[in-house]
């Protein structure tokens, strides 16, 4: 079966210090690949997707960025992060070739003080 | 950008009773999906339509795909306290890219 992995579950950073956080997908192969960014009660909102390795598409101009260096391995990175930058972020996949649905990992809680 | 209108945005119910919530658009979609979310955590898929008119259930849960691909109703008998979390109605364009609606908010009093 699929499974998405997805860390830090919680993180604490200092404005101006570097971000990376990592998703993984095991028991799939060439899946697309999303990060969403959830503000505190609101919707998601998407940030990125990958249809393939090196393969980024970004949706809304920030301070972050997303790469793909493997099949199955999305990374949203920030070389200085902004208060701004606060929120729960989520890692999603899909397959290709037959929709079943997005699945989403369990986020990031990342708070930037 | 497409848009999503989700309501309501939150409610309460009592125990036990049916709850309603739907998602409109000015869109047409050709997948509707309905996502739960639980506090801290990723949502999860719930129901998935794929044609227009189509009704689905999962125990408790019903969702329909509208007749004019505009819309989306999820319906939840007997609510329990477990039913708790924000539900996200999302509907995927003929582009392939996902929408997500605001989300609607369901608190149970116990």
């Known amino acids: 079966s699929q499974t998405i992995h997805q860390w830090p579950a919680t993180l604490v950073q200092p404005v101006g210090s570097p971000l990376s956080l990592e998703c993984t997908v095991e028991?799939?192969?060439?899946?697309?690949l999303y990060w969403y960014r959830q503000a505190a009660g609101r919707g998601l909102q998407l940030l990125f997707y990958s249809v393939g390795i090196g393969q980024i598409s970004s949706e809304v101009p920030q301070n972050l960025s997303a790469s793909r260096p493997q099949d199955r391995q999305f990374i949203l990175s920030s070389k200085k992060l902004l208060l701004s930058d606060s929120g729960f972020y989520l890692c999603a996949w899909r397959q290709r070739l037959k929709f079943y649905g997005y699945t989403f990992g369990s986020g990031t809680r990342l708070t930037v003080v | 950008g497409q848009q999503l209108n989700q309501s309501p945005q939150s409610m309460f119910i009592q125990e036990g009773e049916d709850v309603s919530m739907n998602c409109t658009s000015s869109s047409i979609f050709n997948t509707w999906l309905w996502y739960k979310q639980d506090p801290g955590e990723g949502p999860v898929l719930l129901i998935a339509?794929?044609?227009?008119?189509e009704l689905t259930s999962n125990g408790r849960l019903t969702a329909q795909f509208g007749i004019t691909r505009k819309d989306s109703f999820l319906n939840i008998s007997a609510s329990i306290p477990s039913d708790v979390g924000i539900y996200f109605c999302a509907g995927i364009n003929a582009g392939n890219m996902l929408t997500f609606g605001g989300g609607t908010r369901l608190m149970v009093k116990p």
């Open positions: 028991g799939t192969s060439n899946p697309n």
């Open positions: 339509l794929y044609k227009a008119g």
